[in-house]
């Protein structure tokens, strides 16, 4: 951890001071997987790790646009204005202008994924661990983009926590009216050297149903800076590639700020044809927490042609926590977060010893009967000739021993499970997965 004129725990509460200064000295000296150490209440976050998945979709405009054709309305009216407008570009080959929307949106879901949590929470906290068979289920509505006259059409989330030794999360997202399908799993490692350290293992699919398309997303590191004065942020570490069945690679290379400049949540990435990096046919360049610039070829010698905000985004929908099944993670979790946000540390140990002990005896009966836990929406795979045939040009493998298996999303299983379960039917599960 850095050195700062700063004090050790500038960031936490007089009162929770001594219990994060013991906190510090736990991690530093443990030895093994971080997430299995308990961390003290008043650092928890109010979402459980199963709800993350949702992130991915927050801004559905941008999510569809790769399974759109070009506007040619939009190009038009930027031409007479003098505007380069790459996304609608016809002379532009079409799998490689859907290479670059898919670029733009997965960059656009960074600040969503890593830094949104600081904007309402003050900064980062460690989330709640799923239990096993943990759901979050909702739909993104149907929206109008501004100034546009076509509309996303409602897009669905099926999150499960598939694993809990590993902690593993699966999650599949569907747009239905314009046929695009985002599905992966991801597992953390976290581990201490100066500072918390998590590798994230797993992978996304994003295919376009009506090209045929499939693009592979590799899932960044992190590290955590501000720890020593309690006040956590993420830093994305290393790089991360996005691979296309038609050939194409994005590149995308992460920083933070340096000891003598910079900028903290800085990326650069370049998008090329694969068998020739060199040769860059766009550039993107600025802050994943906060806006970027996408350039016609490389940074240094591209031209500017199209940007990123963060603006508004669109809250995923479901019901309220009663009407939900027991198994999803806004009803199961609601008396933990009730208590930590009236900061009663006492019944928040004590809701998620409920919890946990409930899953400790769960896994008892089912060892004793020699079965294992039935997944509700995924099932495990062992093999994936996709993954290897898209993984090849970046040396990319899957490590399924670190996280249980192969995770992929399997509808007709979700239907013939779930239907024999009466209160998943009662909560409308099928339904809001749109699988019904």
């Known amino acids: 951890m850095s050195s700062s004129s700063k004090e050790e725990?500038?960031?936490?509460?007089?009162?929770?001071?001594?219990?994060?200064?013991?906190?510090?000295?736990?991690?530093?000296?443990?030895?093994?997987d971080l997430a299995s150490l308990t961390a003290p209440p008043f650092i928890l976050g109010t979402i459980s790790l199963?709800?993350?998945?949702?992130?991915?979709?927050?801004?559905p405009d941008i999510f569809v646009a790769p399974a759109r054709g070009v506007d040619q309305r939009k190009f038009e009216k930027a031409k007479i204005e003098g505007k380069i407008d790459l996304m609608n570009d016809p002379s532009i080959p079409a799998p490689?202008?859907?290479a670059l929307l898919v670029l733009k949106w997965f960059l656009t879901t960074l600040k969503q994924q890593y830094s949104s949590r600081s904007d309402y929470e003050g900064n980062e906290k460690k989330p709640l661990n799923p239990f096993l068979g943990e759901l979050h289920i909702?739909?993104?509505?149907?929206v109008k983009p501004k100034d546009e006259d076509w509309e996303t059409g409602v897009t669905t989330l099926v999150s499960e926590q598939v694993s809990h030794h590993p902690p593993v999360t699966a999650y599949c997202i569907r747009n239905e009216k314009h046929g695009i399908t985002l599905q992966g799993y991801n597992a953390q490692k976290a581990s201490f050297s100066r500072t918390i350290h998590v590798k994230q293992i797993g992978h996304a699919l994003l295919h376009l149903d009506e090209f045929n398309e499939d693009y592979l997303i590799t899932i960044p590191a992190l590290h955590i800076e501000g720890l020593i004065y309690g006040t956590p942020f993420v830093e994305l570490n290393d790089k991360t590639y996005i691979v296309s069945s038609t050939g194409y690679i994005s590149k995308i290379d992460y920083s933070g700020k340096g000891w003598i400049g910079g900028k903290k949540n800085s990326f650069t990435a370049t998008l090329y044809k694969e068998g020739n990096e060199k040769h860059t046919l766009y550039s993107a360049e600025g802050q994943w927490s906060n806006s970027f610039t996408i350039c016609n070829g490389s940074k240094k010698s591209g031209t500017a042609a199209d940007s990123f905000v963060p603006g508004d985004i669109t809250p995923l929908q479901y019901p309220s926590p009663e009407n939900l099944s027991i198994w999803e993670a806004k009803r199961r979790w609601a008396p933990v977060v009730q208590a930590i946000r009236k900061g009663d540390m006492d019944t928040t140990n004590h809701e998620k010893s409920l919890i946990e002990n409930e899953q400790r005896d769960m896994r008892k009966k089912e060892a004793a009967k020699g079965v294992e836990w039935q997944r509700w929406f995924f099932v495990k795979k062992q093999n994936d000739p996709l993954f290897d045939r898209l993984a090849k040009p970046i040396g990319e493998r899957i490590e399924a021993e670190k996280t249980g298996g192969i995770w992929r999303f399997d509808a007709e299983h979700a239907k013939k499970y779930i239907l024999q379960v009466p209160e998943m039917q009662q909560a409308h599960v099928l339904e809001r997965a749109g699988l019904m």
Not at 50 to 59: D, H, I, L
């Open 9 to 32: 725990g500038a960031g936490v509460s007089p009162a929770n001071k001594g219990s994060w200064s013991t906190f510090l000295r736990s991690i530093a000296s443990f030895n093994g």
């Open 50 to 59: 199963s709800e993350f998945s949702g992130y991915w979709a927050e801004r």
């Open 96 to 98: 490689e202008r859907r």
């Open 138 to 142: 909702g739909q993104w509505p149907s």
